[in-house]
């Protein structure tokens, strides 16, 4: 009884990450809180069991195009680890050094090339994120939204994350909007 009440506890308190309602005037405010989000995804997402993969094998997140953390991702990740592995941060500039990250960030300089890193990683046991406008509905698996009134707010495109055998906690289904894409979509019709 007691175990379950602490891990009830443990799961509200990380949960409160997600439901907050988060004010972010600043960017860089806004990104040290994407930042937090980006390390609560891959703690809440489970990659498929893989040949060559052990604890010694760091847990790679990439920023693909132009870096707008800062030093926010380094500084929310350091000391912080993901299924046992020590998490490395490295920035990326085209889609082909993506297929070397456990979950790539799409930056919003690549806007106009989203569609070929999305056919690039599809299929790809690689966690997309991305604030890009409708990065989930086109494809991408967890985009990030920031609200009119400051507020960041995720979705999730279930059947991209689940494509290359990637598995989201159902906590983290709950907390989310969840979206279809429009390649799933026109597939329907």
């Known amino acids: 009884?007691?175990?379950?009440?602490?891990w009830r506890g443990s799961f509200l308190m990380a949960?409160?990450?997600?439901?907050?309602?988060?004010?972010?005037?600043?960017?860089?405010?806004?990104y040290?809180?994407?930042?937090?989000?980006?390390?609560?995804?891959?703690?809440y997402v489970r990659w498929p069991a893989t040949t060559g993969v052990d604890v010694n094998t760091p847990f790679v997140i990439g920023v693909l195009g132009k870096d707008p953390f800062g030093s926010a991702l380094s500084e929310v990740v350091r000391g912080q680890s993901v299924q046992g592995r020590v998490i490395v941060i490295r920035n990326i500039g085209r889609p082909e050094e993506a297929l070397?990250?456990?979950?790539?960030?799409?930056?919003?300089?690549?806007?106009?090339?989203?569609?070929?890193?999305?056919?690039?990683?599809?299929g790809v046991p690689v966690l997309t994120v991305?604030?890009?406008?409708?990065?989930?509905?086109?494809?991408?698996?967890?985009?990030?939204v920031t609200t009119e009134d400051d507020h960041i707010r995720f979705s999730i495109n279930k059947a991209a994350i689940e494509r290359p055998g990637l598995r989201a906690s159902s906590q983290l289904l709950q907390l989310a909007r969840i979206v279809g894409d429009a390649e799933a979509d026109r597939g329907r019709h």
């Open 1 to 6: 009884m007691q175990r379950r009440m602490l």
């Open 15 to 30: 949960a409160g990450l997600f439901i907050a309602r988060i004010g972010v005037a600043a960017t860089g405010a806004e």
């Open 32 to 43: 040290q809180v994407k930042a937090a989000f980006i390390y609560k995804f891959a703690t």
């Open 100 to 122: 070397r990250c456990d979950l790539v960030f799409v930056s919003s300089s690549e806007r106009s090339n989203l569609q070929q890193i999305l056919a690039a990683l599809r």
């Open 130 to 144: 991305s604030d890009v406008d409708q990065f989930a509905e086109q494809g991408g698996m967890i985009g990030l």
